[in-house]
């Protein structure tokens, strides 16, 4: 498979699994937060349980944080020189100057 399509599937996925990440991480924020005792706060939203909520949080969250770490290496390369695009007169190229 080519790096380019691997790219885009991890992007993708970053994509995919960031929205139920945020979405879930505001519904526990602003309408189910913890505690509140005796009679506070709701126990469903949208039909759903507050402990369902946190699964899908932390679930959608862990596999975001994989696809983050699995991007950062396919961009290792580029990471590695990103000095050059700071400094003047220099290539803006991501391979070092051994590799040309």
């Not at 506070?40 to 983050?68: K, Y």
């Amino acid at each position: 498979m080519k790096k380019i399509t691997i790219n885009a599937l991890v992007d993708i996925g970053c994509l995919i699994t960031f929205i139920p990440s945020i979405v879930s991480g505001l519904v526990l924020y602003l309408v189910l937060p913890s505690g509140g005792g005796r009679g506070g706060g709701w126990e469903l939203f949208l039909g759903i349980p507050r402990n369902q909520w946190v699964i899908m949080h932390d679930n959608s969250s862990l596999v975001f944080a994989a696809l983050i770490i699995i991007h950062l290496l396919l961009h290792w390369k580029f990471l590695r020189h990103i000095d050059r695009c700071f400094v003047r007169g220099k290539t803006s190229s991501a391979e070092p100057p051994g590799d040309r």
